[in-house]
C-alpha cells in the first residue's frame, strides 16, 4: 500500500524536468552553476596534475618528452581554459563571500558581470603570454 504523501513517479519525472528547465533561472543560480562546475573541473585537474608529476619517477627523458607535448598550441589552448576556469572559480568565490557576509547583496548582478569582464581581460592577457612569447 502507497502512503498518502509519497509522490507518484510523474510528479518526480515533472520535478526533475523543472529542474533541468534552465528557463526563468536568476543571476545566483547561474552563478552557482558555474563555481560548481569550475570547482569539478580543478578537481580533474589535480588528478591529471598528479599523474603528470608522477612521470618524475620514470626518468628525466619520460617528462622531458611529456614537456614537448605539452608545448603543443592544443594543450596551451587547455591550459587558457584552466586559467579561465580557475579565474571564474576564485572571482566568484569572493563574490560568493562577500554576498554571504551580506555586503554588496543588491549589487551583486554587477559583481557578476565584474568577475565574467576580470576573467576574459585575463584570459586574453594570458593568451597573449602563451602564444606570443
Not at 10 to 21: E, Q
Not at 31 to 59: E, M, P, Q
Not at 117 to 124: L, M, Q
Amino acid at each position: 500500500m502507497m502512503s498518502a504523501g509519497a509522490p507518484s513517479g510523474r510528479t518526480r519525472a515533472g520535478s526533475a524536468a523543472r529542474w533541468l528547465d534552465v528557463r526563468h533561472r536568476g543571476t545566483g543560480t547561474w552563478a552557482y552553476v558555474a563555481n560548481r562546475v569550475t570547482g569539478l573541473g580543478l578537481v580533474a585537474y589535480l588528478y591529471v596534475h598528479l599523474a603528470v608529476l608522477s612521470l618524475l619517477a620514470r626518468g628525466a627523458g619520460s617528462y622531458d618528452r611529456f614537456v614537448d607535448v605539452m608545448r603543443s598550441p592544443l594543450f596551451l589552448a587547455l591550459d587558457l581554459v584552466l586559467i579561465a576556469g580557475w579565474l571564474v572559480h576564485a572571482l566568484n568565490g569572493l563574490r560568493l563571500t562577500i554576498v554571504g557576509l551580506g555586503f554588496g547583496v543588491r549589487a551583486q548582478r554587477a559583481m557578476l558581470l565584474a568577475v565574467g569582464i576580470g576573467t576574459v581581460v585575463a584570459v586574453v592577457v594570458a593568451g597573449a603570454l602563451l602564444f606570443g612569447g
